[in-house]
Structure formats: structure tokens, C-alpha cells
């Protein structure tokens, strides 16, 4: 079956530094992917999204690329702020069908 | 862009009492909402996709019977919990797909802001 696997976290960055965040799938077929993000209390926020091999989805200076050959579809920030602060979660979509979560990955971002 | 939203944002309820939570897309039309039960920081568990005009497809170990759902609308589909106990206690989230229209596709799950439901 379709499985989404993201590295374990929380991840905790300084200011203004890199941020990766991966992300592995295993599909049956050409699946679109979804980075999506959970601020405290509240629900989830579409981030970025990609529907075909080698697309980059990007917003608000994150960015994510369709990797078919490796499965991944990595999330990416030159330079995070404390607003950042969340948990992000990668899914996966066939044909329009039911998401496919990865775990989550809590981001922690100090001033 | 495409919002969804939920009503109530918390409700408590005493034990044995049913709650019914509102999910409505406010911008475009959902043939098929998803419901989600989310446990403190773990990820989200699919509780049952909702159709439009049809009955809800619930996942394997889903009560059909205890968590009820009524998808009456193009833009409003509803989750009551029947007779709830302490352990329904939890943050439900629901999503409305949003398919999009002309050539281009959207075909994107938008989310909800989440219920907290707590039984005391």
C-alpha cells in the first residue's frame, strides 16, 4: 500500500538558518504530494503541493521538488523565523483519493 | 484561495450525550469531505470519507454507528458522536476536496480548523 515515511524530529534551528525536512514515499502508481502545516491548536494549512515528476511546489519561501527516481519530495527553507514554529506533514494523493500522512515533523525555531 | 470551517472549535459534553460537529466549505462546492481524529502529537487518523448524496465509507476499526455522518449538501457534512465516552475525547479535524475547475486541476484536500472535543 501507499506509505509516506518523514524524518523523525523535533528539529530545532536558530534563526535564520537552513531548513530541510525529508521526505520519502512508496506508491502504486503517480501520486500528487502535499506538504501541509499545523500550528498549535489548530487545524492544517496546505503549504505546497506537487502533482508530477520533477514539479516544484513553493510558498511563503518553502519549496519542495518531485523526485521521482528517489521517491522524495524534500521540504525546504533557506531561512526560517520563529513563525515557523510548527509541525509539517508530508501526504500523498492518488487519483484524488484519501490522504496518506507521514507522522509529522515538529519544527522548532529559537531567536 | 479555498476555506473550510468548522463549528464548534471545542465543545465539553458529559458522558452518554451525543455532539455534532459542522464542517462546511465556505468558496466551492465538495462532492467528498474526510473526516480525521487526531491524538496529541501524533498524525492524523482518516475516520471516514464522506460523500456527497451517499453513504460515508468508514475505515477498518471506525464505529459506523457511533460516529455518524450526513453529507446533506454540496457544502456541509456533519460528524455526530453518539453516546460519548471520556475516550472519544479528541481533536477532530475535517477536509473538504476541492477538484477544481477547467483544464487545470486542483484537486487539493483543504482543512478545517479542528474541533477539540472533550467528555467529561
Known amino acids: 500500500g501507499n506509505s509516506v515515511t518523514q524524518m523523525e524530529g523535533p528539529v530545532t534551528l536558530s534563526e535564520e538558518a537552513f531548513l530541510t525536512i525529508n521526505c520519502t514515499y512508496t506508491?502504486?502508481?503517480?501520486?500528487?504530494l502535499f506538504w501541509y502545516v499545523q500550528y498549535p491548536g489548530e487545524g492544517l494549512q496546505l503549504l505546497l503541493k506537487?502533482?508530477?515528476?520533477?514539479d516544484k511546489g513553493s510558498n511563503k519561501g518553502f519549496e519542495a521538488t518531485y523526485r521521482k527516481e528517489t521517491t522524495s519530495f524534500h521540504l525546504e527553507k533557506g531561512s526560517v523565523q520563529v513563525s515557523d514554529s510548527a509541525v509539517y506533514f508530508c501526504?500523498?494523493?492518488?487519483?484524488?483519493?484519501?490522504?496518506?500522512f507521514g507522522a509529522g515533523t515538529i519544527l522548532r525555531v529559537k531567536s | 484561495g479555498a476555506v473550510v470551517s468548522q463549528h464548534p472549535s471545542w465543545v465539553i459534553c458529559k458522558s452518554g450525550t451525543s455532539v455534532k460537529i459542522e464542517c462546511r466549505s465556505l468558496?466551492?462546492?465538495?462532492?467528498?469531505m474526510f473526516w480525521y481524529r487526531q491524538f496529541p502529537k501524533q498524525s492524523l487518523m482518516l475516520m471516514a470519507t464522506?460523500?456527497?448524496?451517499?453513504?460515508?465509507?468508514?475505515e477498518q476499526g471506525v464505529e459506523k454507528d457511533k460516529f455518524l455522518i450526513n453529507h446533506a449538501s454540496l457544502t456541509l457534512s456533519t460528524l455526530t458522536v453518539t453516546s460519548a465516552h471520556p475516550e472519544d475525547s479528541s481533536f477532530y479535524i475535517c477536509?473538504?476536496?476541492?477538484?477544481?475547475?477547467?483544464?487545470?486541476?486542483?484537486?487539493?484536500?483543504?482543512f478545517g480548523p479542528g474541533t477539540r472535543l472533550t467528555v467529561l
Open positions: 501526504a500523498l494523493s492518488e487519483y484524488g483519493n484519501k490522504l496518506v
Open positions: 506508491a502504486t502508481g503517480y501520486p500528487s
Open positions: 464522506s460523500n456527497e448524496g451517499s453513504k460515508a465509507t468508514y
Open positions: 506537487a502533482t508530477k515528476a520533477d
Open positions: 477536509s473538504a476536496r476541492d477538484v477544481g475547475t477547467g483544464t487545470g486541476s486542483t484537486d487539493t484536500q483543504y
Open positions: 468558496d466551492f462546492q465538495a462532492t467528498t
